[in-house]
T-cell receptor, first 119, second 117 residues
Framework: EPEVTQTPSHQVTQMGQEVILRCVPI?????FYWYRQILGQKVEFLVS????????KSEIFDDQFSVERPDGSNFTLKIRSTKLEDSAMYFC?????????????????FGEGSWLTVV | AQKITQTQPGMFVQEKEAVTLDCTYD???????LFWYKQPSSGEMIFLIY??????QNATEGRYSLNFQKARKSANLVISASQLGDSAMYFC??????????????FGSGTQLTVLP
């Protein structure tokens, strides 16, 4: 079964360093997302991406963050100058995004997540 | 107001019994989708079941079914014949918006389900 894959599964980084989290969405999907989950808290939306541009972003997604689809398969999240409070699980997700809200075409599939620990 | 409300922070169920996890939602958009995800202690987010606002029938996927009551704005997850491996955090989520939209998912706070042997 097709799946969203994320690398690395776990990264420890020094405060102030830049981090790039990588994702390979499901191949025929058109919509891509990043979410994060601070330990013990809700899953929070960061950004959505469609047609090679950001579609929506939350207030969390400030100038520290950027996303890129450098080729036909990868979707990356870059976090510049990491802070302690950036420590979280970061999930990439994708969806085919077809049809009205009926049927499974709108299902959003998540990767296994990348644990980021900022020390 | 919360868009997704899960009122049960924790639930216990005996193995082989059925359990219902509650979820209510709030939206004025006629187009929306409701999702349930399972998050085991290892952390990954596993898709379980989806219900679209225009779907005429309640969604079912194996042992999972969704009790969709549109007028009451509830989308409860029913797990039949619980197994020990069902012990996990369960999140209800909603996406609002039109066809083809890349709108975000809004998650509830989750319900920690523990299946007892």
């Amino acid at each position: 079964e097709p799946e969203v894959t994320q690398t690395p599964s776990h990264q420890v980084t020094q405060m102030g360093q830049e981090v790039i989290l990588r994702c390979v969405p499901i191949s025929n999907h058109l919509y891509f997302y990043w979410y994060r989950q601070i330990l013990g808290q809700k899953v929070e939306f960061l950004v959505s991406f469609y047609n090679n541009e950001i579609s929506e972003k939350s207030e969390i997604f400030d100038d520290q963050f950027s996303v890129e689809r450098p080729d036909g398969s990868n979707f990356t999240l870059k976090i510049r100058s990491t802070k302690l409070e950036d420590s979280a699980m970061y999930f990439c997700a994708s969806s085919a995004g077809t049809g009205r809200y009926s049927g499974s075409g709108n299902t959003i599939y998540f990767g296994e997540g990348s644990w980021l620990t900022v020390v | 107001a919360q868009k997704i409300t899960q009122t049960q922070p924790g639930m216990f169920v005996q193995e082989k019994e059925a359990v219902t996890l509650d979820c209510t939602y709030d939206t004025s958009d006629p187009s929306y989708g409701l999702f349930w995800y399972k998050q085991p202690s290892s952390g990954e987010m596993i898709f379980l079941i989806y219900q679209g606002s225009y779907d005429q029938q309640n969604a079912t996927e194996g042992r999972y079914s969704l009790n969709f009551q549109k007028a009451r704005k509830s989308a409860n997850l029913v797990i039949s014949a619980s197994q020990l491996g069902d012990s996990a955090m369960y999140f209800c989520a909603m996406r609002e918006g039109q066809r083809g939209s890349a709108r975000q998912l809004t998650f509830g706070s989750g319900t920690q389900l523990t299946v007892l042997p």
